[in-house]
């Protein structure tokens, strides 16, 4: 066993790399479409996805997002930045061509079986394996447009979120409370998708499990984790040489 530290912002990069090889993306970009739907971690999925089609020119991740969560006085109730104007749209990849400027709401209605639509959340349950997201739009926002899909059509929906959102309790009962009339502040939304972490990018490109055995941290450690990896010689070695390429990863600027 090793143990590793991941901060935010390389766990970012590493769920991003290990979605750039999940098997039923790589299956949407040859024959199908992929939706990328703006968020701070989707931006690295984004760039890495783009950058395996050779078309990541002329990304960014800079505005890459609807709505934010930023620390006090920063922020509007609703935690997104006064200013939009900048929002590039969604990525939406068709048969291997990004299709710049669409997003989410230009194509829901359009996707099928073999589609796969990737969505970031805010809230983590990792004992279920369940995750949900915070909703500011009143008619639901993307997360709506995306169950759609999901539900409708059987598009697959895939949930990528960092540790560092994990939350106790159930996500069904904090959405009840937060959710009730009278409530201030965005509500919650529990949302059935397949829930992408760290500890599933580190499975899924090195063959090696993975742990939360502690967390925290300060001096740009703050909202780290500490994962514990078991493994063969050749996955801890795959394991090392992995986080060792993400882990210069600086934090998130906008």
């Keep these: 066993m090793k143990q590793f530290i ?14 750039a090889a999940h098997p039923a993306v790589k ?11 703006a968020g701070t971690t989707n931006g690295y999925v984004a760039e890495e996805i783009l950058r395996e089609l050779g078309q990541a020119e002329e990304f960014s991740r800079k505005r890459f997002f609807r709505g934010v969560v930023l620390p006090p006085g920063r922020t509007t109730e609703t935690g997104r930045l006064p200013d939009e104007s900048e929002f590039p749209g969604d990525v939406v990849i068709v048969k291997g061509g990004w299709q710049k400027g669409k997003t989410i709401f230009d194509v829901a209605d359009s996707l099928r079986e073999g589609d796969v639509i990737l969505k970031g959340t805010n809230a983590l349950d990792q004992t279920r394996k369940e995750a949900a997201v915070l909703i500011g739009h009143p008619q639901g926002g993307t997360t709506i447009k995306a169950l759609q899909a999901a539900v409708g059509h059987r598009v697959r929906l895939i ?5 560092e959102k994990r939350v106790s309790g159930d996500l069904m009962t904090l959405a009840t ?3 009730v009339p009278g409530s201030s502040g965005p509500r919650l939304l529990p949302v059935q998708g397949e829930v992408f972490t760290e500890i599933e990018a580190i499975r899924l490109l090195t063959g090696a499990e993975a742990e939360l055995v502690a967390a925290g941290g300060v001096g740009g450690a703050e909202g780290a984790v500490w994962l514990a990896l078991r493994g063969s010689e050749e996955q801890m070695e795959k394991a090392e040489v992995l986080i060792r390429e993400v882990s ?6 906008m």
């Design 6 to 19: 991941l901060t935010p912002a390389v766990g970012k990069r590493l769920i991003g790399k290990a979605l």
């Design 177 to 179: 409370r937060m959710n």
């Design 248 to 253: 210069g990863e600086k934090g998130f600027e």
């Design 159 to 163: 949930l990528p979120v960092g540790l």
């Design 27 to 37: 299956a949407a970009l040859s024959s199908a479409t992929l939706v990328i739907i």
